[in-house]
Every structure is written in C-alpha cells, then in structure tokens.
T-cell receptor
C-alpha cells in the first residue's frame, strides 16, 4: 500500500527566503508525481507534474525534483512571498489512483 | 470556464437524507476521480470513473455511497442516509488520460457537505 509523507507539517519563514518542502513515498512503482497548492476553503491548484521518467520540472520560482529509486521528491520555492502562503500537497499516481500526503502548511511573513 | 465544475459548493443535509454531488470534467477529459477530505485530514481517494464505467472504487465505503459517470451529463457522487461522519469536502478531479499517458489531475473547488 502506497504511503506518502510530507515533512515538515508546517513551516514559517520570512519573506524572501528560499525553502524546500519534502515528500517521500514507499512504493517506487509510480507513473508520476504532482505538486499542488491548496488555499483555505479552496480546491487544489496544480503546480508541477513530474513523469516517472523525469528528474525535475521548473515553473517560475518553483522547482520540483524526483528521485524515484529512493522514493523522494522536493519542491524548491525561491524568493518566497506572502502570497505563497498555502498548504502544499504532493501526490503520487499509479494506475489512475493518486495517493496524497497530508501537506505542508507554509506561512511567509512580510 | 474550461475548468472542473462542481456543484453545489455547499450542501447541508439532516441525518438520514440523501446528498448528490455533481462534477463536470474539463473539456476533453474522459476520466473523473472523486476524493474526500475530512476535517483536519488529507485527501483520500474514493473512486475513479470513465464514461459509463467504474474503473476503481477501492476507496468507496461499502454502503450508502455510489458514483456514476453517464454517457451524457456530469459525474454524480451519491450518499444515501447521510450521517454526521460524512461531513467533509468532496473533491472531483479530471484528467485527459491514464496516469502513464498524461496524468495531470485538475481539481474542482469542491463540495462541502455538512450533516446536521
């Protein structure tokens, strides 16, 4: 059974800092890994999708890496801004079903 | 709006009533997924459907819950005889194809069910 763990559960940083969010999964037989952002009371917004054959993806200030063999992914956020405050979720997908971590709640202080 | 559309956004039911949640996938998407997010918990997979077919319902409770995705119209998640423990946010996602082909999930804003 796939299990996804995200560390830390919560993170508070001052504006402008670079930061790393971690995601680990127990079964390396995945098709892809996706990072999402969820604001309070809202749905999930897709940030980055990494296919199992890829090592990383970049979008603006975000960079996500995937090491499938070790069951790890990181989301790097450069030059954080207060608007980045949200819960960040990672999800690994296998045959149509995605398993989510419990998320990292990020607060960026002005 | 070409996004995943869910309605109602908020639904209040009394114990024993039925709840019906609807989801229209993104245009061009034929795969629909339902997830549940209980208060202070993560998202849990419930069911994966294609048009007129249930592909994987391993996350669905054995009783009172059912889902369909008819040839025409939205996907429906139906909860019969609701209980307080059903209070949660129910999210629908869609994708263009199977995970190994495209796989990117797009989520709706969710339907928040409150059972009194």
């Amino acid at each position: 059974k796939q299990e996804v763990t995200q560390i830390p559960a919560a993170l508070s940083v001052p504006e402008g800092e670079n930061l790393v969010l971690n995601c680990s999964f127990t079964d390396s037989a995945i098709y892809n890994l996706q990072w999402f952002r969820q604001d309070p009371g809202k749905g999930l917004t897709s940030l980055l999708l990494i296919q199992s054959s890829q090592r990383e993806q970049t979008s603006g200030r975000l960079n996500a890496s995937l090491d499938k063999s070790s069951g790890r992914s990181t989301l790097y956020i450069a030059a954080s801004q207060p608007g980045d405050s949200a819960t960040y979720l990672c999800a690994v997908s296998n045959a149509g079903k995605s398993t989510f971590g419990d998320g990292t709640t990020l607060t960026v202080k002005p | 709006n070409a996004g995943v559309m869910q309605n109602p956004r908020h639904l209040v039911r009394r114990r024993g009533q039925e709840a019906r949640l609807r989801c229209s996938p993104m245009k061009g998407h034929s795969h629909v997924y339902w997830y549940r997010q209980l208060p202070e918990e993560g998202l849990k997979f419930m069911v994966y459907l294609q048009k007129e077919n249930i592909i994987d319902e391993s996350g669905m409770p054995k009783e009172r819950f059912s889902a369909e995705f008819p040839k025409e119209g939205p996907s429906i998640l139906r909860i019969q005889q609701v209980v307080r423990g059903d209070s949660a946010a129910y999210f629908c996602a869609s994708s263009q194809g199977l995970a190994e082909i495209t796989g990117e999930l797009f989520f709706g804003e969710g339907s928040r069910l409150t059972v009194l």
